[in-house]
């Protein structure tokens, strides 16, 4: 539920206002708290810029990476909850860490501090991958058992690894907080009480975030350099696509399906990327 902020001027001009001078006063001040509220949200957002060294952006962050960490930290289990925990099968728990862990540890992700960790889910029907920010990288059974390949498990990882490096999420919060008239800071650092009560739905909110198409087309970009110089060959982000566009005939369409620009837009973009990245061709020898 969105919160009041006391910049609600308009309900008091309209009743109250001519009929008690005390409450014009009061809805004045109101007013003037509201302003100033608003006008500390808009400066705080404004003055929250950082560079990002991967991406190449400045970017409006209002929270430390440390709490960014912390926050997926504390909303994983919940993320785990809902696909049905992670999944008994070891092995292929183990080859999902082993490819996020190489194309962290092999591209220009290693450059950053996140701390990944990557996550095969028990969901046997939802066709879905997504990341919280920090680094917790999920993937469904239900996606995972449709790959063919293991540079499509790359594809896959390395647009959630885009995700976490561009601090998608972050940036979401911050405008979100801009949009609410506070600061992310202030709200983390408020600690107890009401401070809980705005945790626990900042917490729902980044489990339900959708990323806009910019995002997305950003992560799929990130996605294919880091699966390069990890030496996966990128076009198996192409496959990723076609299985996807298969998925989506079938069922509700979730995170990867629906709030993913539509697949053309999405394939030409991959090439460009794959074009820019090996203007003679790719090498060969990528893993495939
Ligand atoms: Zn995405």
Same mark, same amino acid.
């Given at each position: 539920m969105p919160r009041r902020t006391g910049f609600d001027s308009r309900r008091y001009r309209g009743r109250s206002l001519r009929a008690r001078p005390q409450a014009r006063g009061a809805a004045k001040s109101r007013l003037v708290m509201g302003l100033l509220f608003a006008g500390i949200a808009f400066m705080?957002?404004?003055?929250?810029? /950082?560079?990002?060294?991967?991406?190449?952006? #400045?970017?409006? %962050?209002? %929270?430390?990476? /440390?709490?960014? %960490?912390a926050l997926g930290l504390q909303a994983a289990p919940e993320m785990m909850a809902q696909h049905g925990g992670e999944h008994p099968d070891r092995s292929a728990q183990a080859m999902v860490d082993r490819v996020g862990q190489r194309l962290v540890q092999q591209s220009r992700a290693s450059e950053t501090n996140w701390k990944f960790d990557?996550?095969?889910?028990?969901?046997?029907?939802? +066709?879905?991958?997504?990341?919280?920010p920090g680094g917790q990288v999920f993937i469904t059974a239900a996606l995972f058992t449709r790959l063919n390949t293991e540079g499509e498990l790359a594809g896959v990882l390395g647009h959630e690894i885009g995700h976490v490096v561009a601090r998608h999420s972050a940036q979401r919060m911050a405008k979100q907080a801009l949009t609410q008239g506070i600061t992310g800071a202030v709200l983390i650092a408020a600690g107890g009480g009401d401070g809980e009560a705005q945790m626990a739905q900042m917490i729902g909110n980044m489990i339900n975030m959708k990323?806009?198409?910019?995002? /997305?087309? /950003?992560?799929?970009?990130?996605? +294919?350099?880091?699966?390069?110089?990890?030496?996966?060959?990128?076009?198996?982000?192409?496959? +990723?696509? #076609?299985i996807l566009d298969e998925a989506a005939g079938e069922q509700a369409p979730p995170e990867w399906l629906s709030t993913h620009p539509s697949n053309d837009n999405r394939l030409q973009t991959i090439q460009r990327e794959i074009d820019l990245l090996f203007p003679e061709g790719i090498p060969a020898g990528l893993q495939k």
């Open positions: 705080s957002y404004q003055c929250s810029s /950082e560079y990002n060294p991967v991406t190449g952006e #400045e970017q409006h %962050i209002s %929270i430390t990476a /440390e709490q960014e %960490i990557f996550h095969l889910l028990r969901d046997p029907q939802t +066709v879905n991958a997504f990341a919280l990323y806009g198409r910019e995002d /997305e087309l /950003e992560s799929d970009q990130l996605g +294919v350099m880091f699966m390069a110089q990890a030496g996966y060959d990128p076009h198996a982000l192409l496959g +990723v696509m #076609e």
